[in-house]
């Protein structure tokens, strides 16, 4: 009798074997620059082996959109820093969205995400495209009801959040956990400071000392480790703007047009450039500041004419090409799994 | 003899005391059921079905929602009783809660229109289970995605001056209003319910020809102005919600 429950009982483990794939998560820990500051994660999305796994299955996933035909990989392309290289990004059945894809390297630090700043964690951002029909999905709830239909996402999910169905906490924090190991800080910039290999050669170092200089003022704004102060400011693209920038989220007069400041890191891969991606290069961006933008109301009093010579200017964008770096952008850890 | 006396008083105040202790007022409740709809000439409103609104427009209702916060009764004595967080109410449904109160005299139902600031500033819909009307399933898409918080009420739809008879308008209706200034509170005036071992039903009628009616020096003229995300046009969006919280009213 007793050997009856034995068999009873060791047909059910089997059965569980059988209809759950055998995982086991683990803590991951990352590796951050030693010049960036330290990486606080939310309480409820510490790094796991199987939290990024499952964040990076999805990240590149066509079931995420409504048609099954884009994933945030399509807009997000690894190649150029995680940007699509167009002005502005091609959603669901060719729609076009407003703004130029922003680069998601060092994602993991920003303060506030969307160019107005609206929105407060990389967790509540991930809400963003999968509720836009001109991104992904105007809701994520099919998209929920669909994930789950795979049975191994499923016992990710159960291992990796003790969830055992996907639903909207599971697709955000997974997919903030992957992005946070978006972490791109070795350019030859950043070695030069470390006095490693690749030191940089006179014209990235005269760049360098005109971004740096009160002349120019760039690194005020472009300020840190990440090249961005993280604030917003009307730069003076237009006499009016279509796009009200933070105005949008705080319908303020004096917002009006103001933008966050970007990372400058990699950019010479994120082209076209601005909030409209409507400048296609370097060149026409240095140009821009260097005439001092237009007379808008909202203006910050630091973009003014600043008399750079062609070959000035020319330093300058050879410095900007210092903050590529190309280990990051060829990091198969940060590709579909399998490539 | 003073030792019986006293110990007589002793056994006088321990048999007061346990008497005291065992006299437990009888602690009993009532059901009420709490409705929420609109109405329109003193009957339910229809959605999809033209109307004619107080500047003469012709509107058509296609989606009309908004959030109902904190709905509580407030007892005699001052003491607030929540009898629901959270509600979505949607226009084109039946809208109704069931709880059981405990007996008393109530004098004020309470409510708010939105969400409060605590519950709406930097939250993340995720963190709710999707049975909660503030989670990403129950919102039914009324949070901002790109910014912070819920769209506390939506009115979309048609609207027009010109059409006649079975025409139908055409001028798109969005009134998206939601952020924390445009939380409006709302108290039922001359409410007085007593409840003893009852079974009582309140509703929370909406007026909708009072919502597009001036108010106090607010216009929502829907064929002049009929468009607002709350960022852009707040002035409406906040017209909305008044004239939203002025058209309430209370039936027991």
Known sequence: MRWGYFILLLSFFSCAET??????????????????????????????????????????????SQDESLNCGSCHVLSAAFTDGRATSQGLHGSVGKRNAPTLANVAWLKRLMMEGGVPTLETQILVPLHDSTEMAPSMMPIVDRLNEDEYLRALSLVAYGRDSIDPFVVTRALACFQRTFISGDSRYDRSLQGRNDQMNERELRGRDLFFSPRTQCSECHSGVFFTDMNFYNIGLFDEYADRGKARATDRDEDVGRFKTPTLRNIQLTAPYMHDGHMKSLEEVVRFYNAGGTAHRNKDGRIRPLGLTDEEQADLIAFLTTLTDWNFVQNEELLPLGK | MNRFFSLLAFVALVSGLQSCKEYKPELTTSTITIKFDALRDGSRFQMGRIFTDAYGNRVR???????????????????????????????????????????????????????????????????????SPLSVAGSQGMFWQWSTGYIFAKFEGKADTLGVGSAQPTLNIAIHAGNDASFRAYESPGFTLDLRK???????????????????????????????????????????????????????
């Open chain 1, 19 to 64: 209809n759950s794939p055998n995982l086991h998560d683990s803590e991951v820990k990352v590796r951050i620059p030693s010049a960036f500051p330290e990486l606080v994660y939310p309480a409820d999305n510490s790094p796991t082996k199987l939290r990024v796994e499952l964040g990076r299955r999805l990240f590149y996933d066509n079931r995420l």
């Open chain 2, 61 to 131: 209702a296609d989606l009309f929602r908004n959030y109902i916060s904190m709905v509580s009764l407030v007892s005699d004595d001052g003491s607030e009783l929540l009898l629901k967080d959270f509600l979505l109410v949607d226009y084109s449904i039946d809208n109704e809660f069931t709880v059981e109160v405990p007996d008393g005299r109530y004098s004020a139902l309470k409510l708010g229109v939105g969400i409060p600031a605590e519950f709406n500033t930097d939250q993340d819909p995720a963190n709710y289970p999707n049975s």
């Open chain 2, 198 to 252: 009852s079974t009582r039903t309140i509703a929370v009628h909406l007026d909708v020809d009072k919502l597009f009616a001036p108010l106090e020096g607010n216009e929502v003229n829907l064929t002049n102005n009929a468009v607002t995300h709350s960022q852009n046009n707040s002035q409406l969006a906040r017209d909305y919600m008044d004239n939203l919280v002025a058209a309430l009213w209370v039936e027991l």
